[in-house]
């Protein structure tokens, strides 16, 4: 009989003579050492009346500490993978969590099951409960064959693609289990984009999960499918539902599709009120993106199971450089700039309104640091001194340059939108555009925002735009600091690696 059998009946009769999950005995210790990483570990399910595979990473003292218990953390997988492939060559989940664990993230379990191409949830007409299988059966089988926290303080969901979906939906229907749920580039659609889907990428990927096989059009919005989209069920009515669940949100700027309907949960959040942590990055549908998240999400996870309230990956201050000159008007020179005798290179206008001209000095002197071969000149505009136009033709001549573009803060970011033409590249940070928003193919746009600032819906719209469009952008959204300069310049840091590549 399978040695993981045995411990779980084990633990079962001890479970059942305790009647308390709180103080449960542990479960009898292995006689012989389990590795780190198990693979193809199985249970077989009642409920979906099969076989369940599973891989299991445990920590690296399990064997020693005996008497230690873990938090869990469920990991599942795309669309197309297995329980494997959380560890496969280009995901290399054991190598990303030892790494992570030697810079100080605490001990936890991680749990990959076999999610086959169920999208994680119970199928419409009933043949296939997976969801249930995993709630009523895996958690419970984990719990009592592991030394894990049994709790849902301690029990979290993640996933990446079909997997990302997963681990949102689960914690949607069983938040008595699951905290918190960090879905990675989570894999599903806006209503318009499932009703333009091909009928054959519907049928094979959707409708046999959510009903309307056959369906075009509203036909495929079945009320199984609305229960089970984000989009969907994040009302204001619903908040009492899923606001007791701590939501982590991020997918990648080059995502071909998913970023539309994540970026749009992420506006209906901050609608409705529902706090979450957000992210957009560098990056498409791929595994370097994931693992990069993960550095930012376990310890989340590690954070809110050990009852911190607040978390934040960057608290370290940005450094403002104290060496950065600046001529009687306010403008800054580069060293490159100057030896080319002061044309050419790229003027770069930053536009504010309802910022202090302090902490544009500020971001001046931390986007000349580590640039200064680089011909640019940088030019504060005050637009509550001069419009945007006044300030281009004021300063042209006296600090020509090849290419022309404009970084907009706060409330300039109508401004520069209006006057876009004069510019080859526009950086909107922490920017609101109030009316149209039109965008160009003959320029290129960067869109920096906070989770939790106040222009999310601009944000939303000009990535939207850019991305329906077809004209280059970066889209980057990152967690909120301390304060508000720190915000801004941190900002600043983030747009400095895109400035003057456009």
Same mark, same amino acid.
């Given at each position: 009989?399978?040695?993981?059998?045995? !411990?779980?009946?084990?633990?079962? !009769?001890? !479970?059942?003579?305790?009647?308390?999950?709180?103080?449960?005995?542990?479960? *009898?210790?292995?006689?012989?050492?389990?590795?780190?990483?198990?693979? $193809?570990? &199985?249970? &077989?399910?009642?409920?979906?009346?099969?076989?369940? &595979?599973?891989?299991?990473?445990?920590?690296?003292?399990?064997?020693?500490?005996?008497?230690?218990?873990?938090?869990?953390?469920?990991?599942?997988?795309?669309?197309?993978?297995?329980?494997?492939?959380?560890?496969?060559?280009?995901?290399?989940?054991?190598?990303?969590? #030892?790494?992570?664990?030697?810079?100080?993230?605490?001990?936890?379990?991680?749990?990959?099951?076999?999610?086959?191409?169920?999208?994680?949830?119970?199928?419409?007409?009933?043949?296939? *409960?997976?969801?249930?299988? !995993?709630?009523?059966?895996?958690? *419970?089988?984990?719990?009592?064959?592991?030394? &894990?926290?049994?709790?849902?303080?301690?029990?979290?969901?993640?996933?990446?693609?079909?997997?990302?979906?997963?681990?949102?939906?689960?914690?949607?229907?069983?938040?008595?289990?699951?905290?918190?749920?960090?879905?990675?580039?989570?894999?599903?659609?806006?209503?318009?984009?499932?009703?333009?889907?091909?009928?054959?990428?519907?049928?094979?990927?959707?409708?046999?999960?959510?009903?309307?096989?056959?369906?075009?059009?509203?036909?495929?919005?079945?009320?199984?499918?609305?229960?089970?989209?984000?989009?969907?069920?994040?009302?204001?009515?619903?908040?009492?539902? @899923?606001?007791?669940?701590?939501?982590?949100? #991020?997918?990648?700027?080059?995502?071909?599709?998913?970023?539309?309907?994540?970026?749009?949960?992420?506006?209906?959040?901050?609608?409705?009120? @529902?706090?979450?942590?957000?992210?957009? $990055?560098?990056?498409?549908?791929?595994?370097?993106?994931?693992?990069?998240?993960?550095?930012?999400?376990?310890?989340?996870?590690?954070?809110?199971?050990?009852?911190?309230? %607040?978390?934040?990956?960057?608290?370290?201050?940005?450094?403002?450089?104290?060496?950065?000159?600046?001529?009687?008007?306010?403008?800054?020179?580069?060293?490159?700039?100057?030896?080319?005798?002061?044309?050419?290179? #790229?003027?770069?206008?930053?536009?504010?309104?309802?910022? %202090?001209?302090?902490?544009?000095?500020?971001?001046?002197?931390?986007?000349?640091?580590?640039?200064?071969?680089?011909?640019?000149?940088?030019?504060?505009?005050?637009?509550?001194?001069?419009?945007?136009?006044?300030?281009? %033709?004021?300063?042209?001549?006296?600090?020509?340059?090849?290419?022309?573009?404009?970084?907009?803060?706060?409330?300039?970011? #109508?401004?520069?939108?209006?006057?876009?033409?004069?510019?080859?590249?526009?950086?909107?940070?922490?920017?609101?555009?109030?009316?149209?928003?039109?965008?160009?193919?003959?320029?290129?746009?960067?869109?920096?925002?906070?989770?939790?600032?106040?222009?999310?819906?601009?944000?939303?719209?000009?990535?939207?735009?850019?991305?329906?469009? $077809?004209?280059?952008?970066?889209?980057?959204?990152?967690?909120?600091?301390?304060?508000?300069?720190?915000?801004?310049?941190?900002?600043?840091? @983030?747009?400095?690696?895109?400035?003057?590549?456009?």
């Amino acid at each position: 009989m399978n040695k993981h059998i045995i !411990l779980f009946i084990s633990a079962l !009769l001890a !479970l059942s003579s305790c009647g308390c999950t709180k103080h449960r005995p542990l479960p *009898p210790v292995d006689p012989v050492e389990l590795p780190r990483y198990n693979t $193809g570990l &199985t249970f &077989t399910s009642k409920v979906i009346n099969t076989t369940v &595979t599973y891989d299991i990473l445990l920590p690296r003292d399990y064997n020693q500490n005996t008497n230690k218990r873990y938090p869990v953390v469920y990991c599942f997988h795309g669309y197309g993978d297995d329980n494997t492939s959380w560890n496969g060559q280009y995901m290399k989940g054991e190598a990303k969590i #030892t790494s992570l664990e030697d810079e100080g993230l605490e001990p936890m379990i991680y749990v990959f099951p076999c999610g086959w191409k169920t999208y994680w949830c119970d199928r419409y007409d009933g043949t296939f *409960p997976y969801m249930k299988m !995993l709630a009523t059966e895996l958690v *419970p089988y984990i719990d009592a064959t592991y030394r &894990t926290i049994a709790d849902r303080k301690h029990r979290a969901l993640t996933g990446y693609s079909m997997g990302g979906f997963g681990a949102m939906v689960t914690a949607m229907k069983y938040p008595d289990l699951f905290s918190m749920s960090a879905p990675l580039s989570m894999s599903f659609r806006t209503d318009e984009q499932y009703m333009s889907e091909s009928q054959s990428g519907w049928d094979n990927q959707w409708g046999k999960v959510f009903g309307g096989v056959g369906t075009s059009g509203e036909a495929r919005l079945t009320d199984y499918y609305k229960a089970h989209c984000p989009l969907h069920q994040f009302t204001a009515e619903n908040k009492s539902k @899923y606001s007791s669940v701590h939501w982590f949100v #991020t997918c990648g700027d080059d995502e071909q599709q998913l970023l539309f309907a994540n970026d749009d949960l992420h506006a209906l959040m901050r609608d409705n009120g @529902y706090e979450h942590e957000y992210r957009v $990055g560098n990056g498409g549908h791929s595994t370097s993106y994931w693992r990069a998240a993960l550095e930012e999400i376990l310890p989340w996870f590690s954070a809110l199971m050990a009852g911190e309230t %607040s978390w934040q990956k960057n608290l370290m201050e940005p450094n403002v450089p104290a060496d950065c000159s600046f001529t009687s008007e306010g403008v800054h020179l580069s060293q490159g700039y100057i030896n080319a005798g002061n044309k050419g290179g #790229t003027a770069l206008y930053i536009a504010y309104e309802g910022v %202090s001209a302090e902490w544009i000095r500020d971001a001046m002197a931390i986007i000349q640091r580590g640039m200064p071969s680089k011909k640019f000149v940088l030019i504060p505009c005050d637009l509550d001194k001069r419009n945007l136009s006044e300030w281009v %033709s004021y300063y042209k001549d006296i600090y020509p340059a090849d290419k022309y573009q404009v970084l907009a803060v706060g409330k300039a970011g #109508t401004e520069a939108m209006k006057k876009q033409s004069l510019f080859s590249a526009l950086y909107f940070e922490s920017a609101e555009i109030v009316g149209d928003i039109n965008v160009s193919k003959e320029r290129s746009y960067y869109i920096g925002a906070t989770d939790d600032g106040p222009y999310y819906s601009t944000a939303n719209a000009l990535y939207k735009e850019c991305k329906r469009s $077809g004209v280059p952008f970066e889209y980057r959204c990152r967690n909120k600091m301390n304060d508000a300069r720190t915000d801004f310049l941190t900002g600043i840091e @983030y747009i400095k690696s895109n400035l003057f590549n456009f």
